[in-house]
């Protein structure tokens, strides 16, 4: 916070001086009289020669009187003179302190524009300077960003020019001049200073990150010997500059990562978490359907096109749904879903209606001809409905029973629509299997787990994430995403989840006990529903005598929003268990939660790195790593299948990476064997 330097004086008695003063020459005076007029009645009474003496001693103490009173006349002015200094020197720091808060609230809700003119209005108030500017770095340039003089907005300067001015700048945060032209440190800028006839330059660095990214610049058109308390103040003022560039770039990033994650790039269609806000809107109506458009004939095209040429047809269909729905079919709401498919929400009708509108819709669409660089394309529609709430209550459901409507679409030749059909389907035969194996599963112990290494960017390893697999006695060896969401379904989740845990204290006791590797774990929702998980974990670090530290629980960002959650991630924080938020980005709750509730890293997930196969930089990564680096967070990425991956993240100051590109996940005796037989790999303790 900004503090105005103290200006008081030690308590002195300045009236008791003075007024001792003016006695004191008040008293020569007196004496100086009653010896002149002794002098002139000695001289009356004939006392002779010995009276001079007398009398010029009375002149002597007289003038030396009088000099000492004006003396005292000087000092009463010279001392009035400081007090008025004093004062305005307070008055001064007052309206910076002002200005300081005023700004500092304002950068919470200004956006860019209004910050910065209002930081240029305030700087040139407090410094009483008819020119203030402030002043963008990138690679290549130092562009003025916003200034009072409109003709300098816009203005470039090649950064490879101004070294020995930017030098200065990061060597001193405060850049005082007051002879511009002349001074050395703004030789590079000196075509600058002429053109705009600056005399006097004071500057003070933006600092993002602790590196130098912008300069916000008073300028004088007269000389100006700038004062201490002036340049505190501009440095200040440049300090709440610095903090709202970090907020917009926090700002931004977290825009970025909402408008990734919530619309499609290619049709500018919401993603199924983008449709959230429609869907609430139709659940609190109480009844609507839900359909899935599947688009049939779009390989073809991306066969003879290419992508590119996929991508617009795609693009196309968006637009033409988009248009008929303005005018025959207001009220239903569109989204994007992966594998050539659309997704209807659609406001409550009777079916029969329902049926007949949505048949009219893919009648159209299936008629029309999609021109993709000159050539007409014929595609196939189809489209599977669920209604809510006669054929589930979840979202997810509708969205799957929809798709098992879908299959029945496809078969339709006459209309391409089907509904579901609300006798027990071929799905929930499925699930209802899948579960009663998975109770035989955890009885009979049929589940292992695997472990992927972790390496640090110097290639150490430094741990490992524990994977679960699933030893099916007729299908083989499963990963998760074969049973994972009937055992969270079904509750079964929880003795699974245990039992994993279980796993990761005898590891961390047993075979990686003299190691300094650590374990992550993944923990569903359900387990940290529970009451008694904590002091679960609890007895699991005391029983196998474990440093807490060593065990990294991962959990999704959605939980962060649940306050009775949250509090039981604070209760293992205290444990000394390490948090981790996994896949972080694609469940997007709001960056600020972790501003909030603090982890101890996040992992990168592997759709923003996946872009790295296909071209040389990936900015959602970037800004993810610089979050990761502004909040003091460790960041893991995961998913990393290639060299330049590898090279990129650990250029880019990743902490630790997992992937296909390092070692595969495998089971525990060979990780353990290759551990012993190879110590190197990791620290030892």
């Given at each position: 916070m900004y503090q105005a330097p103290d200006t008081r004086r030690s308590a002195r008695p300045r009236p008791q001086r003075r007024l001792m003063g003016l006695l004191s020459g008040a008293l020569g005076v007196g004496v100086a009289l009653i010896l002149a007029i002794s002098?002139?009645?000695?001289?009356?009474?004939?006392?002779?020669?010995?009276?001079?003496?007398?009398?010029?001693?009375?002149?002597?103490?007289?003038?030396?009187?009088?000099?000492?009173?004006?003396?005292?006349?000087?000092?009463?002015?010279?001392?009035?003179?400081?007090?008025?200094?004093?004062?305005?020197?307070?008055?001064?720091?007052?309206?910076?302190?002002?200005?300081?808060?005023?700004?500092?609230?304002?950068?919470?809700?200004?956006?860019?524009?209004?910050?910065?003119?209002?930081?240029?209005?305030?700087?040139?108030?407090?410094?009483?300077?008819?020119?203030?500017?402030?002043?963008?770095?990138?690679?290549?340039?130092?562009?003025?960003?916003?200034?009072?003089?409109?003709?300098?907005?816009?203005?470039?300067?090649?950064?490879?020019?101004?070294?020995?001015?930017?030098?200065?700048?990061?060597?001193?945060p405060g850049l005082a001049s007051v002879e511009a032209q002349q001074d050395p440190r703004l030789a590079c800028l000196n075509g600058y200073l002429v053109r705009y006839e600056v005399v006097s330059m004071l500057d003070a660095g933006i600092f993002v990150g602790g590196e130098l990214r912008g300069i916000l610049c008073c300028e004088s058109l007269l000389p100006r010997r700038w004062h201490a308390e002036e340049v505190s103040c501009l440095i200040a003022v440049s300090g709440l500059v610095s903090q709202f560039a970090e907020s917009l770039r926090r700002r931004a990033a977290e825009q970025d990562l909402h408008r990734y994650l919530h619309y499609d790039d290619v049709t500018g269609l919401p993603t199924l978490r983008g449709l959230d806000a429609p869907l609430e809107r139709h659940l609190e109506a109480g009844r609507f359907h839900l359909g899935v458009l599947r688009i049939g004939g779009l390989s073809q095209i991306n066969e003879t096109l290419g992508q590119r040429g996929g991508d617009q047809a795609l693009s196309l269909i968006a637009q033409h749904l988009q248009r008929y729905m303005d005018l025959t079919l207001s009220g239903i709401d569109l989204a994007r879903l992966p594998s050539n498919r659309l997704v209807l929400v659609m406001p409550d009708t009777t079916r029969d209606v329902a049926h007949q509108l949505l048949a009219e819709l893919l009648e159209t669409l299936n008629a029309h001809p999609w021109w993709v660089n000159n050539q007409a394309y014929q595609l196939q529609f189809a489209l599977g409905i669920a209604s809510y709430p006669d054929h589930s209550g979840s979202v997810e459901q509708l969205l799957q029973r929809a798709e098992l409507a879908l299959k029945e679409a496809r078969h339709d030749t006459r209309h391409g629509v089907a509904f579901y059909a609300s006798e027990l389907s071929e799905w929930q035969q499925r699930q209802n299997l899948l579960e009663r194996e998975l109770r035989e599963a955890i009885r009979s112990q049929q589940f292992c787990v695997y472990l992927q290494p972790q390496f640090d960017r110097q290639g150490q390893l430094r741990g490992a994430e524990m994977l679960l697999r699933w030893q099916h006695p007729e299908r083989g060896l499963l990963g998760p995403d074969g049973f994972i969401h009937e055992a969270e379904r079904s509750g079964l989740i929880r003795p699974i989840g245990n039992w994993v845990l279980e796993q990761a204290g005898q590891l961390l006791a047993g075979p990686l006990a003299d190691s300094q590797l650590s374990l992550s774990v993944n923990v569903s929702v359900q387990q940290l529903r529970d009451e008694d998980f904590v002091p679960r974990i609890a007895r699991l670090i005391n029983r196998h005598a474990i440093a807490p530290g060593r065990l990294t629980l991962e959990v999704v960002e959605s939980l962060l929003l649940a306050p009775r959650i949250s509090l039981q991630l604070k209760a293992l924080r205290d444990l000394g268990v390490e948090l981790s938020l996994d896949d972080f980005g694609t469940g997007y709750s709001s960056l600020r939660y972790l501003q909030d509730f603090r982890v101890d890293e996040i992992k990168l997930d592997k759709v923003f790195i996946d872009v790295l196969q296909q071209c040389d930089d990936a900015p959602l990564a970037r800004s993810i790593i610089a979050l990761a680096k502004t909040l003091g967070l460790k960041l893991v990425a995961e998913g990393v299948e290639t060299a330049f991956q590898l090279e990129y993240l650990s250029r880019h100051g990743v902490d630790l990476v997992q992937g296909y590109h390092l070692a595969h996940p495998e089971p525990v005796a060979d990780f353990v064997m290759r551990l012993q037989t190879n110590p190197s790999l990791a620290d030892h303790g």
């Open positions: 002098w002139q009645v000695s001289r009356q009474a004939g006392l002779g020669s010995a009276l001079a003496w007398l009398g010029a001693g009375s002149m002597v103490l007289l003038a030396v009187s009088l000099l000492f009173l004006r003396e005292l006349g000087h000092q009463r002015d010279a001392q009035q003179r400081m007090e008025r200094a004093l004062h305005d020197s307070r008055r001064r720091l007052l309206a910076q302190q002002q200005a300081w808060h005023e700004l500092r609230n304002l950068q919470h809700e200004a956006g860019d524009s209004d910050f910065y003119s209002s930081v240029l209005n305030s700087t040139a108030r407090l410094m009483n300077v008819p020119r203030v500017s402030i002043w963008l770095l990138d690679d290549d340039t130092m562009t003025c960003q916003a200034s009072l003089d409109d003709a300098q907005v816009g203005e470039q300067l090649p950064i490879e020019r101004l070294d020995g001015y930017l030098g200065a700048l990061r060597e001193s």
